[in-house]
Structure formats: C-alpha cells, structure tokens
C-alpha cells in the first residue's frame, strides 16, 4: 500500500461542509424569526422556509446523484449541491410588504415552491453541471437561475412598480433626499389626515411584522429593523448581525480560501458612496441611507455567502478588490435608481462576467529567486482518501509559488498544449517545491502539471 500523502488539512469537502453548516444557522435563525409571521395566504413564514429549504437542496442533492449515474463526466459533490441548494433558499425573496399593492413575483406559499423548485433544477443542470463542463463556471448558479425564472417578471421588477406606486404612502425615491419620518423636499408621502411619512419609516414599515401594527419610525426601530429582524427579502439576510459574525467566523475558519477582500471592498464602498448620495441628495441626515445601503438582506447575505464564491471571482487579490468596487457601485446604482432592491444579483452576474478579465490584474511577477511561503498546517491522507476535484479557483496555489508563479494557469495552459501562454507564464522557474499541491482543496497534481510544463520548454 502506498504511503500516506501529506496535504493542507484544508479540502474541498470541509470548506463545502463549513459553507453548508454556515447556511444552515442562517436559514435556522430565519426561520424561528419568521415563525411569528403568517402572510395573507395563511401560510407561516417560517414554516415556508423551512419548506423552501429542503425542496432546493433535495432537487440538488438528488440531481446531483442522478447525473453523477447517468453521465460519466458529471462528478459527484453532493455537499457543493447542498450548498447550492441552501443558497436558492436563502437568496428568495420571501414575506409580504406591510404596504403591497402589486403582485410583483410569488412572495407567499404554496406558489413559490415552484419557482424555488425551478431555480434549484436551472441552477443545477445549466450553470453547475452543463457549463462546468467548460472547466469553469462563469457566474454565480443560484444568481443567474433566479434572474432566467425572473425574466417574465423583470419589466414589473426593474421598474419596481410597487415601490413606484403603493396606494397611500407614494413611496419616497432613492434618488431623492432622504428622511427618517418627515418628507425632505417633496420626496415622500405627506398628505392624508397629516400622515407624514419618509423614507424611514417606509423601511420600518415594509421590514415589520406584517401581522402586527408597523412600529413608529425611530432610529432604534430602523437600526433593528436593518440589523436585527427584517420580515421580508432575502431570507439570508433577515438578520444582519446573525450574517456578520457567522460570515465572519466563517472567514476566519477559512481565510486562506475564502476571497474576503471582496466582501470587505463592497461594504466599504457601499458605505463610501451612501455618504456621497446623502450629500449629494441633501439627505436630513447620513444615518437613513448609510443603514438601508449596508445591511438590506440582499445586500450583506450577498456580500458574505455569494459574492465570495471561488469558482465565479477572481484568482488575484487585486482582482477581488477591484470586484468587490464594481460590485458595490452596480448594486448603489441601480438600487438608487431602479428601485429594485433585490438588485445586488444582477450586479453580482455582471460583475461576474469581467472575470476573466480581472484574473490578468495583480498576478504576482515571477522571479529566478525562492522565497519560503508561510504554510497551513499539515495532513496526513491516504491515497485511498484523496479526492481529485475541478478547479475551485480559491487562488491559494498562487500565494505559496516560492517563484511567484501561477500553477494553476500553467496547468491549463499545459493542458491546452498553449506553449506561448506557459513561456508568458514563466513556467520555467517552477523547482518542484510542491506548495502549490500541498494547499490545493481540489487535490490537483499542480507540481506534476507544473514540471510537465517546464520539460516541454525546455524540449522547444
């Protein structure tokens, strides 16, 4: 028997595991927050999602057997198709504005089972399985399945019509000065008996309970309606502060293959240009905005759990800066002047395809002279144990290079036979050190690939 192989103890199976455990305290919390809701149609909202959850991850999971049985190439990864599953869950918009007028796009049970359904059988066969096959993905699965099942809904969606129009409260715009419960410069509903109201409290409102009366507008009730308990969107975001320090202790569990920097440039960026719109628009006050920006559901859930996904961002660290900016400013926008505030997706699929792109900024410049990397701790495996998966494209094979190459590059350069591309990537240099292989989740023999490089230069 083989001797046992010594890797990084981080494999692509635990990162999926800490994602998937992750998710689950999420939709958890949720769920017992949204057990005191019953929406319209008579359904409980926890019990809704609760459903919502083990439809998208049994679709999933169960396609994900059935194609690993019928076709050879579809490898099975049955915890990545739990996550995917849990994703849908959390990314669906769920609960019922207390000022609704339009019916914009199933918000209640029994019909968006449905389309929860229809996004998990999308997402899974076309953007996880039928362009994985390219050896990549190139946007986020769950966003862009939920944007195909939207697109018959998108002219009612991107022109937000029940913001635009909901009966008595004219909903105030965010490309308008902003208040916290009074009108600011016509922008917001003042008429009615005296009811004055502005864009705070259309938050408080709209995030409340629907089942009890709305809470006044005040700052401690929007900062725990933002932070602490929203009643409708994404149900992964239902609570901030729940998202913050379990993305966080996510993060630090996982840091060298999480792509954290995109999540710490969207918030700062968001922040950065909530103040300027605040300015700009003569809000009464930085605070309105600044919370609504930061900690909408849509808005933090992606910046922790979607927004970060390896296999749809970029390789380099500067890449994902330059990411997680672009992703901010698309998100702002078009939530200011759209009114669609479930946008971040569709900034996230935009921003997905500069990918390519952004993976030629901030590549390390290769060098004749060994540097020791800073290892993760070690694990022995048996041969048997080793499990060889796709490309995650976490990029920790380019931060341990002792030469400041680009292994997994040179790999599919090689495996192209590109030989331009492997002298442009300087796959001469490599010295075998195997670092590259070593902290590689997915297990691929990036040094053999590497070395195979190297002797077919060598050969030209």
């Keep these: 028997m083989s001797k046992p192989k010594e890797y990084s103890w981080m494999t692509k199976d635990k990162l999926m595991t800490y994602t998937f455990f992750s998710l689950i305290i999420l939709t958890v919390i949720t769920a017992a927050l949204w057990s005191a809701e019953k929406t319209p149609s008579g359904w409980n909202l926890g019990l809704t999602l609760g459903i919502n959850a083990l439809i998208a991850v049994g679709i999933s999971v169960g396609l994900d057997a059935f194609l690993h049985k019928i076709a050879a190439d579809s490898q099975l990864n049955l915890l990545s198709a739990a996550v ?19 019916e914009l796009f199933p918000l209640e049970a029994p019909q968006c089972f449905i389309y929860v359904a229809l996004i998990s059988v999308v997402g899974l066969i ?27 809904f998108l002219d009612t969606l991107l022109l937000a019509v029940d913001h635009l129009k909901s009966s008595l409260l004219q909903v105030p715009s965010l490309s308008g000065p902003l208040g916290l419960a009074s009108v600011v410069n016509g ?17 408080i409102s709209c995030f409340s309970n629907a089942s009890l009366k709305a809470p006044t507008a005040t700052m401690n009730n929007l900062i725990s309606a933002m932070l602490l308990d929203k009643f409708h969107g994404w149900p992964g975001g ?12 996510f993060f630090v569990i996982a840091r060298k293959y999480i792509k954290w920097r995109i999540t710490v ?29 930061l900690f909408i559901g849509s808005s933090i859930f992606l910046a922790f759990f979607m927004a970060t996904d390896p296999a749809t961002t970029p390789l380099t660290y500067t890449g994902q800066i330059i990411f997680g900016v672009g992703l901010a400013i698309l998100t702002v926008l078009l939530q200011t002047f759209t009114q669609f505030f479930g946008a971040s997706f569709i900034a996230l699929i935009i ?42 494209r976490c990029g920790a094979c380019m931060t341990v290079c002792c030469h400041k190459l680009s292994p997994i590059l040179i790999k599919q350069a090689f495996d192209k036979m590109d030989i331009d591309s492997m002298i442009k990537l300087n796959a001469d240099y490599c010295t075998g050190c195997g670092h590259c292989s070593f902290v590689c989740p997915a297990r691929i023999d990036l040094k053999g690939a590497v070395l195979r490089s190297k002797a077919m230069l060598r050969q030209q």
Excluded: H, W
Aim: hydrophobic share 50%; charged share 15%.
């Design 351 to 392: 921003m997905n395809l500069t990918v390519p792109a952004l993976d030629k900024v901030g590549r390390q410049k290769p060098t004749t002279e060994s540097k020791e990397p800073k290892l993760p701790k070690a694990q022995a495996f048996a041969p048997d144990k080793v499990k060889v998966y796709q490309c995650m």
């Design 187 to 203: 922008n917001g509903y003042g008429g009615a008996a005296g009811a004055v109201s502005g864009f705070g409290s259309y938050v």
């Design 265 to 293: 440039s969207y918030l700062v960026v968001v922040a950065i240009l909530s103040l300027i719109l605040s300015f700009v628009y003569g809000d009464a006050g930085v605070t309105v905005r600044l919370l609504f920006e």
């Design 126 to 152: 076309i953007f996880k399985k039928i362009v994985g096959t390219s050896g990549r993905k190139y946007v986020n699965p769950a966003a862009a399945a939920k944007f195909i099942v939207m697109i018959p």
């Design 84 to 102: 995917f599953g849990l994703i849908v869950t959390d990314s669906y918009t769920l609960g019922v504005p207390v000022m609704r007028t339009v």
């Design 238 to 249: 239902a609570s901030a502060i729940a998202v913050i320090v379990v993305g966080i202790g």
